[in-house]
């Protein structure tokens, strides 16, 4: 079993629209968890982090929920320039190692 | 600060021959971290560091090795290329703090094994 699982898309959405991905982890003992951004042939950046309680940056809003282990990425009023691959990353319990999901392709369309 | 670099960019090995990926980073970070990114699939892990002296196996190490002689350099070997390790691998430094960490990646090297 994977230790993330996103579902790979490709999202296309229009301009101005609000967008969420999903992503699942296995293990129920994962310490921290986080969204990258990966434009392509780029490496990726960090997005933001997610905290148990959600926190939001800006259009983007990050949840957690650890009862069903999973994690997810909101954002609201697409702009072009959000096109990218998003990938979830979780932190292991020896906090020494991430694991990235396989990315959720998205494309704001004009 | 140039954060994390890699080299080469590119690089095209036949079946067999070995060669060294390059990775400095400048920010005094302890972590750091291989990875390799095969077309439409997640980032990887083969070796991490957690400082100087100090590193440990990933999920994929199997054809590599790595040292960390200084807190600045990660390099990473391959030896006897095989074409299963045509892929883009990307070095990473850790930057722990209180409420979060970072991961800062270098560009990448795209590696071809004919």
């Known amino acids: 079993r994977k230790e993330v699982e996103q579902d790979p898309g490709p999202f296309n959405v229009p301009e101005g629209a609000t967008v969420a991905f999903n992503c699942t982890y296995s293990?129920?003992?994962?310490?921290?968890f986080f969204w990258y951004r990966q434009d392509c042939r780029k490496e990726p950046k960090l997005l933001m982090s997610?905290?148990?309680s959600g926190n939001e940056d800006g259009r983007f809003t990050a949840q957690l929920n650890r009862a069903s282990q999973y994690i997810s990425l909101l954002i609201r009023d697409s702009k072009l320039s959000d096109s990218a691959t998003y990938l979830c990353?979780?932190?292991?319990?020896?906090?020494?190692?991430?694991?990235f999901g396989t990315g959720t392709s998205l494309t704001v369309i004009p | 600060n140039a954060g994390v670099t890699q080299t080469p960019k590119f690089r095209i090995l036949k079946i067999g021959q070995s060669m060294t990926l390059q990775c400095t980073q400048d920010?005094?970070?302890?972590?750091m971290y291989w990875y390799r990114q095969d077309p439409g699939m997640g980032l990887k892990l083969i070796y991490y560091s957690v400082g100087a002296g100090i590193t440990d196996k990933g999920e994929v190490p199997n054809g590599y090795n790595v040292s960390r002689s200084t807190t600045e350099d990660f390099p990473l070997r391959l030896e006897l290329a095989a074409p299963s390790q045509t892929s883009v691998y990307f070095c990473?430094?850790?930057?722990?703090?209180?409420?979060?960490?970072?991961?800062?990646f270098g560009p990448g090297t795209r590696l071809t094994v004919l």
């Open positions: 920010m005094n970070h302890n972590y």
């Open positions: 293990n129920s003992a994962s310490q921290s």
């Open positions: 990473a430094s850790l930057q722990r703090r209180f409420n979060t960490d970072t991961q800062y």
């Open positions: 990353v979780v932190n292991i319990p020896t906090g020494n190692q991430f694991y």
């Open positions: 997610v905290y148990s």
